[in-house]
């Protein structure tokens, strides 16, 4: 007879399902200096028809909803604070930042401590129901393959109920980049439209002239490249760091963890030329991004903050997570041998 554990977590697969896979363009500033010609498809008029034709892809998102909406934050930001232009864009990121990627960031730390908590019941229950399957699949002479897939389904149900339980399912951490990505992609098209004079004011001054005398330091005039690869470069240094501050926090990367790890290093050095390539208004906005992103992650170290955020605490967590940080920097990066 099969124990009761047996009775409880076993559900044999159906006859007929066993043989069944499972389903599962050089603007010229007003002091008569030219900058850098931007490439001809970075100053096309969003208005303009692609090779396409009028539906084309990129002209249905620099009109679409998001941009626009995009477009109008901004506007309103340099309208209700009167700032220089460069100083709106980075205002702005810190405010969508903190106000909107932030509490998500926090929240994905959150399920991801619970899934975490979760790993010694997980083991325990494939420990057990691997014992069951064997002593199940030795009295009805079961294949392996049969064994297999028996186990494998009931595993993935067990774990599903724990996921239930205690509403920590993988996928809700997930939300970040759902809302992260899309809000960097419209906020950069509608910077790149107020860079190609595609839009206006309300009060019907071209954006694309306040951009070019607002800007700050080397990059005077946001509409222009920036000669110097600063910015770009800045964009890619800041980047790389957020890659390596995480790959430094995980201990045991899986195959798949290591193979993102080392696609995210290879995308981030490549936005260096692309960042090369684009408005500095863009590339202003992608460096404020990147340092929020770099700041958020080394706050969301914080044991302080995670208390605050009601974060649940981990038998991988840390008193001092700075101070371990940079014993793992210095230990791959400087004293390696």
Not at 82 to 94: F, S
Not at 104 to 127: F, G, M, S
Not at 273 to 289: F, M, R
Request: glycine residues 6%.
């Amino acid at each position: 007879m099969l124990s009761r554990l047996g009775r409880r977590w076993l559900r044999p697969l159906p006859v007929l399902q066993l043989g069944a896979r499972d389903p599962l363009l050089a603007p010229t500033s007003t002091d008569g200096i030219k900058y850098p010609a931007l490439p001809v498809w970075a100053v096309a008029s969003v208005s303009a028809v692609g090779s396409s034709g009028p539906g084309s892809w990129y002209e249905a998102l620099a009109t679409s909803a998001p941009v626009r909406g995009a477009e109008d934050v901004l506007l309103g930001v340099h309208t209700a604070t009167g700032l220089p232009w460069w100083a709106c864009i980075g205002l702005t990121t810190v405010a969508l930042r903190g106000g909107v990627t932030l509490p998500l960031a926090a929240y994905q730390h959150y399920i991801l401590a619970k899934v975490e908590n979760l790993q010694p019941e997980i083991k325990n229950i494939a420990r057990h129901l691997n014992q069951e399957v064997a002593v199940l699949a030795n009295q009805l002479r079961w294949s392996k393959r049969v064994a297999r897939l028996t186990y494998l389904k009931n595993m993935r149900r067990l774990v599903s109920e724990l996921y239930v339980r205690d509403n920590c399912h993988p996928f809700k951490a997930t939300v970040l980049v759902w809302i992260q990505f899309p809000m960097w992609i419209f906020m950069s098209v509608a910077l790149r439209n107020f860079s190609t004079g595609a839009t206006h004011s309300e009060a019907g001054f071209s954006v694309q002239e306040q951009l070019a005398t607002d800007g700050i330091l080397w990059f005077p005039d946001l509409t222009a490249l920036d000669s110097t690869w600063i910015l770009p470069i800045s964009v890619g240094i800041i980047n790389l760091l957020i890659v390596e501050i995480f790959a430094l926090q995980k201990i045991g990367m899986s195959r798949f963890q290591t193979y993102i790890t080392y696609f995210v290093r290879v995308v981030s050095v490549l936005m260096i030329p692309i960042a090369a390539t684009v408005p500095s208004s863009i590339v202003l906005y992608w460096l404020c991004s990147s340092l929020m992103g770099l700041s958020q992650n080394l706050l969301l170290r914080s044991p302080r903050f995670r208390q605050l955020c009601r974060i649940p605490l981990t038998k991988s967590d840390s008193d001092t997570p700075y101070k371990d940080l940079f014993a793992a920097f210095y230990a791959k990066f400087i004293s390696r041998k």
